[in-house]
């Protein structure tokens, strides 16, 4: 038995819905009644095959089709009616069909057949050959759809397809680019002053996504439920009042959730940062934390979510995603065990983003403390040695390729230039290294912690020696007549002095971290790491501005003719300045000769203020 699907509230009672009702295939839906984009149909059958337009006429007695023009009625009581031709109709249904399809599956290849149902059964169809659309009687009409091949590409074999499908035709009279009887007026001016007007939900969704503010408000007052209810789009509307009346908090929330619902945008992309967070070493019983960073990405869209924790031991403050998210990710190792292998758990991201939850790995190693030998003797032993080493291989790279030859003291010509490089270097590595150890966190392996050293080592001392090296090439362009060659000691010595001085700059930052009471990963650089990187770079473009400052002031000097007109600029100073010292001289005299006129025998006595009186 098929199911027919009227609009609500409505019986089925005609002739026609009770037929297909009872001939059809359960799996087969029958729409009575819709409206497609404005054309009332008859009924629209939504079967596995496809879909099937029926337009539905209750003529009588002899029924003459014609390729053009009117059909005719002729009745057996003599009365001919003229009808006009079905043609029409079926194209401006097909038209109507193809644009609904367009907008609400436009993934979908459906192809429509379309017959002209004679519900009487005393009609005949006086024809010689097709018509279009084809004439079915209404008792044959069921085994017509049932045995009609398979047109499209099957998306209407799937029951929820259909099902989905029907309902769509039967209550959407307004699809996202059909055109309203009323159009929408926002309460922001548009070009001259005049009402932002649309007149499609698409054009309505649009602009509510690029003016979130505007969506809100009219989300909330309910003008735009109503507005939409009005002109034929009851699931939009519905869709309007569940996000405002379901939403608690942001009503940004509920216009991400109306526009998306819509089907008209995209979802909004999200950057996590990082995409797998390890806290690292914790010593067991205490906190270990991580910083965790939620974006949204390149494109529309606003984020919104939660992030949750899947182990009792793991906690992530605070928990919501509105817009953006920065969280702090806290493991409390004081319930795990203690063991080589780190604990592993992770957090989920449910957000508007994607349909499945993001998930992020979290890792965390649970150590215990450390031996008093090991901290007080062990780690310092192995950071001197390693620091020694370092230190001995600069130097020794200072004597082979620099100018550690030609700088060593003539008093301390006993000692071979190479090995006293070597020492001095290596005794400040070694201190370096000794301080190092000392102020290793108490949980971080030896092994750990001297791989980090390395690390920025090495990343330190080539980003100095590269910016010198860049330094070099820039003033070797300038100022050919240096001869800085990049082989030559003098260069090879800077770029030593650069690695040398990234070397230290490495070892204090890590004992810095090691002062640390807590370290928070991921929590960016700390006020003196951004310090003297702002201070490096000041450095570098003071550098860069004095070599091309020496290289186009001779240029610019000899254009101007400088020196002339320093000169000329001198000779009038130094004329202004002499007749200015000539009236101060003057005025100093002037005062000492009256004041001792003053004083003198014979004279009435006075004050120092008598002689500004004069």
């Known amino acids: 038995m098929g199911r027919l699907l009227l609009s609500q509230g409505d019986i089925a009672t005609t002739r026609f819905a009770l037929q297909l009702e009872e001939d059809l295939p359960d799996d087969y839906l029958v729409v009575c009644d819709p409206v497609i984009w404005g054309e009332a149909l008859d009924a629209v059958v939504v079967a596995p095959q496809g879909l099937f337009v029926l337009y539905v006429k209750a003529w009588q007695g002899l029924i003459r089709p014609r390729l053009r023009g009117a059909w005719r009625e002729e009745r057996a009581d003599g009365k001919?009616?003229?009808?006009?031709?079905?043609a029409k109709a079926m194209r401006r249904a097909e038209k109507a069909l193809e644009s609904f399809l367009k907008d609400e599956a436009p993934d979908w290849t459906l192809r429509i057949r379309h017959y002209l149902v004679l519900e009487e059964p005393e009609a005949e169809v006086s024809v010689y050959g097709a018509t279009e659309p084809p004439v079915v009687r209404l008792e044959e009409l069921p085994e017509r759809i049932i045995d009609a091949p398979p047109l499209g590409e099957g998306e209407l074999e799937d029951v929820e397809n259909r099902e989905a499908l029907a309902l769509a035709l039967r209550d959407i009279r307004l699809t996202a680019t059909q055109r309203t009887s009323q159009p929408f007026v926002f309460r922001?001016?548009?070009?001259?002053?005049?009402?932002r007007k649309v007149r499609t939900v698409r054009r309505a969704v649009k602009y509510m996504d690029r003016h979130p503010q505007q969506g809100i408000e009219h989300l909330q007052n309910g003008t735009l439920a109503s507005w939409l209810s009005d002109e034929g789009a009851p699931h939009l509307a519905d869709l309007a009042r569940d996000v405002t009346s379901g939403t608690v908090g942001s009503g940004r929330i509920a216009l991400e959730k109306f526009v998306y619902g819509t089907g008209l945008v995209r979802r909004p992309r999200v950057r996590v940062r990082p995409r797998r967070i390890d806290i690292g070493?914790?010593?067991s019983g205490e906190m270990g934390s991580?910083?965790?960073?939620?974006?949204?990405?390149?494109g529309r869209g606003y984020l919104y979510g939660q992030l949750l924790a899947d182990a009792p031991w793991l906690r992530v403050e605070p928990s919501r995603l509105d817009g953006s998210l920065d969280a702090l990710v806290t493991a409390d190792t004081d319930p795990l065990v203690i063991t080589e292998q780190p604990s592993d758990a992770g957090l989920e991201l449910e957000s508007n983003a994607s349909e499945e939850p993001i998930e992020i790995p979290v890792r965390v190693y649970a150590v215990p403390e450390p031996s008093k030998v090991v901290r007080w003797l062990l780690?310092?032993?192995?950071?001197?040695i390693v620091g020694a080493v370092l230190g001995g291989v600069f130097g020794w790279a200072f004597w082979q390729w620099g100018l550690g030859g030609a700088l060593w003291p003539d008093r301390f010509s006993a000692l071979p230039s190479s090995l006293g490089w070597m020492a001095v270097v290596g005794l400040v590595g070694a201190i370096l290294g000794l301080a190092r150890g000392l102020t290793?966190?108490?949980?971080?392996?030896?092994?750990?912690?001297?791989?980090?050293w390395l690390l920025r080592v090495v990343l330190s001392s080539l980003a100095l020696a590269a910016i010198a090296a860049g330094l070099m090439g820039f003033a070797t362009w300038l100022y050919p007549g240096w001869g800085l060659d990049m082989v030559s000691a003098t260069s090879l010595s800077i770029l030593l002095g650069?690695?040398?001085?990234?070397?230290?700059?490495?070892?204090?930052?890590?004992i810095s971290k090691g002062r640390q009471r807590e370290i928070i990963v991921g929590s960016g650089w700390s006020a003196r790491a951004r310090l003297w990187t702002r201070r490096g770079a000041v450095a570098v473009v003071l550098a860069l501005v004095l070599l091309v400052g020496g290289r186009i002031a001779p240029p610019v000097a000899a254009r101007y003719d400088v020196?002339?007109?320093?000169?000329?600029?001198?000779e009038w100073a130094g004329e202004r300045f002499s007749r200015l010292e000539e009236r101060l001289n003057g005025w100093v005299d002037g005062i000492r000769l009256r004041y001792y006129e003053e004083q003198a025998p014979g004279k009435s006595g006075g004050s120092i203020l008598d002689i500004f009186k004069k």
Do not use: C, M
Request: avoid cysteine; proline fraction near 4%; aromatic fraction near 8%.
């Open 498 to 510: 650069a690695g040398l001085i990234g070397f230290i700059g490495a070892t204090a930052s890590e």
């Open 563 to 570: 020196d002339a007109r320093a000169a000329t600029a001198k």
């Open 80 to 86: 001919v009616i003229k009808h006009q031709n079905p």
């Open 290 to 298: 991580a910083r965790l960073r939620v974006r949204k990405g390149l």
């Open 379 to 384: 780690r310092p032993l192995v950071g001197l």
């Open 440 to 452: 290793q966190r108490l949980e971080w392996p030896i092994f750990h912690a001297l791989g980090r």
């Open 188 to 195: 922001t001016s548009g070009f001259l002053g005049l009402g």
């Open 281 to 283: 070493y914790v010593l």
